[in-house]
Nanobody, 129 residues
Framework: ELELVESGGDSVQAGGSLRLSCVAS???????????MAWFRQAPGKEREGVAA?????????FYTNSVKGRFTISQDNDKRTVYLQMNSLKPEDTAMYYC??????????????????WGQGTQVTVSS
């Protein structure tokens, strides 16, 4: 059974940087190429929002929501078991609980609406002005 564990959340000042990590375990290595991995976030009183996604096939195709383009970068290790979210130029509106999610298959333009069936426990990011 696939499991995801996030880490790296912290409290920072506006303009600062953080790197979130998501470690995947519990699946066969031969399935490593078949995942769409994504980061979502949810702030208090707001709906969950897709932040970024990356395909675990050889294309390493990435997708971002407009509000983080140019500031956030999603990447993964060569073994495709760890996904990162590098967050630069953080803003107070980036404050949220950040979740890692996975679904079997390749990411596409509709990645934010996929039925992700595996979620991590979340890691809190707080950005103060």
């Amino acid at each position: 059974e696939l499991e995801l564990v996030e880490s790296g959340g912290d409290s920072v000042q506006a303009g600062g940087s953080l790197r979130l990590s998501c470690v995947a375990s519990g699946y066969m290595y031969s399935d490593a190429d078949r995942k769409c991995m994504a980061w979502f976030r949810q702030a208090p009183g707001k709906e969950r929002e897709g932040v970024a996604a990356i395909s675990s096939d050889d294309s390493f195709t990435t997708f971002y929501t407009n509000s983080v383009k140019g500031r956030f970068t999603i990447s993964q290790d060569n073994d495709k078991r760890t996904v990162y979210l590098q967050m630069n130029s953080l803003k107070p509106e980036d404050t949220a609980m950040y979740y890692c999610a996975a679904v079997w298959g390749r990411c596409g333009v509709g990645w934010a609406s996929y039925n992700y069936n595996v979620w991590g426990q979340g890691t809190q990011v707080t950005v103060s002005s």
